[in-house]
């Protein structure tokens, strides 16, 4: 089984991911950690190539499981799923998850990055104005492979 979830910040792909690795035994590849680098020092943005390379080894894998928001270098990988999810929640979820999501990190001293609300907001409100639409053009071809998913209980239910 090949599963590609995508959708903004906040919009539950990596607790979906987490679910059907925990139900199916697929190991979960995040697109954040793909092009990050963590370091105690702080985050290293990974290399176009570098990140490719990564990219290209999970994609000869007979299974695999990808979640994150990137899409615009990933073609091959929609085509090469055998699933793809869309994270299409409500705004007001979303928010909801940027605030809670902001609030723990903030009171678990999570990296720097991570502390700012800005950031979040800004990502939530590139993907309403732009990136949703890209998203969903770039995925016509997938019709039938396609599911979106609208609320936190349709996630929740998934089998």
Known sequence: MKIRIIGPVGSGKTTLAHQISARTGLTVTSLDELNWERLTQGDRHREPAERQAILD????????????????????????????????????????????????????????????????????????TSERQAVMDMLTPYAEKTIILKSFDKINRLE
């Open 57 to 128: 080894r999970v994609l000869k894998q007979d299974s695999w499981l990808i979640e994150g928001t990137q899409y615009r270098s990933g073609q091959a990988v929609f085509d090469a799923a055998d699933i793809i999810y869309v994270m299409d929640l409500p705004c007001w979820q979303v928010y909801c998850a940027i605030a809670k999501r902001w609030l723990q990190s903030r009171a678990h001293q999570a990296p720097v990055q991570y502390r700012e609300l800005r950031p979040y907001l800004y990502w939530y409100g590139q993907w309403v």
